[in-house]
């Protein structure tokens, strides 16, 4: 049996290993479904307080607070095989590196320009908000839609330039209530997973599969969330994006990038078991980590403290294990076969709530106060995010299907 040593410094023996992953799949889903169900708790009155994201000075999570770190720790666990994969296709580093770059720059241009719709005004701008977010999100999938290789190219390029042009013209006459013009005010959710692909992926590229290089990296990111909110970091690095130097939220993603690697060693080796008491133990380590550090900076998911980095980790690895025995162990994927396409085509998912409520808004629908209060509110958010879940599966299979 390999020594610990060992494990570390050689890279990760990959050529048995699929490059997608049912069960980190469903994890996703599961998480985009979360996503959606506590972003559309806005609509709802009387709801349990633990639901809901916490106040940027309490020191707490509720259960809105955890979602987007798990989703981050995910995007991690999805690179190295998304990266072997197409390495194996021939991708060269430089190739690779090119396509981090445009999946990263298209994350960033998504997420501003819906950040950009939350403050917009829309009587100076002459568009609603609604019919803002409408165009961006229809110009998103005509750019970046993976169109068969049947269709004609001028359909393809005409489509992408369509996307591309009304995005531009969307920046142009866009006024603010706050800024007067189309600007970052902050990056938005895409944006954040955006950096922190970025520097992931390019951390991931390099490493090839190398352990020690993986966890280094992640111990980087780590001192650096810790650095940062001991204030001992120098004014300078502040040129770099915060959602990079910050170090919470790369650390996050490495996380995943770590846990991905180990997994797949422990796969290809069919030692299940071993595996899982490796997961538990990490799992048992980061939450004495939150604890121990919890009482220096809290748990804050808005302030991106290291006791959140390392409790949502510890969450996570957790779910994976239960997610993992449960359908490539025990076979019980087709359990979660109606969210599945929030978990293949996640970009598109995200969108869905977009269309919805611009939909609302264009038709002056609105739900009756019943459904709106209480368990019945909670019961329609959670229908909500898992209609959101089919049409993706239905846009899907009539060919639009996001892919950067």
Known sequence: ??????????????????????????????????????????????????????????????????????????????????????RKKGDSGATLVGHVISRSIALLVMGVFLVNGESISEATTGLTRAGWNTLSCLSFILIWNAYPKTVAKWVLYGSKGLGIAVLLILAFIYRGEEEPRFATHWWGILGLIGWAYLAASLVTVFA????????????????????????????????????????????????????????????????NTKMTLVFLAIAIIL?????????????????????????????????????????????????????????????????MPYFAYAFMGFLHLRLPEVVLIGSIGLLKSFLFALLCAWITGRLNRAGVKLKL
């Open 287 to 351: 939450i004495g980590l939150a604890i121990y550090t919890r009482q220096f900076w809290g748990i804050s998911k808005l302030r991106e403290t290291p006791a959140w980095l390392f409790l949502c980790s510890a969450l996570t690895i957790l779910a994976f294990i239960g997610i993992y025995w449960l359908t490539d162990v025990a076979g019980k994927a087709n359990w979660f076969t109606l969210i599945k396409p929030a978990g293949t085509d996640t970009l598109l998912c995200y969108l």
């Open 208 to 271: 090839r599969n190398r352990l020690l290089f993986l966890v280094s990296a992640w111990t980087i990111f780590v001192l650096l969330s810790i650095a940062n909110h001991a204030d001992l970091l120098p004014e300078a690095i502040h040129v770099i994006p915060g959602a990079i130097s910050g170090g919470t939220l790369v650390g996050l993603t490495m996380g995943g990038v770590v846990i991905a690697t180990l997994f797949q060693t422990y796969r290809n080796r069919g030692d």
């Open 1 to 86: 049996m390999p020594q610990p040593e060992t494990l570390l410094t050689q890279p990760a023996t990959l050529t048995a290993t699929p490059a997608r992953v049912e069960s980190i799949d469903i994890l996703r889903a599961l998480t985009m479904i979360l996503m959606i169900f506590v972003n559309d708790l806005w609509s709802l009155k009387g709801i349990p307080l633990w639901l809901e994201h916490v106040s940027h000075e309490a020191d707490g999570m509720g259960l809105a607070d955890s979602v987007f770190p798990a989703f981050l720790f995910i995007v991690g666990m999805s690179l190295p095989f998304a990266i072997n994969a197409r």
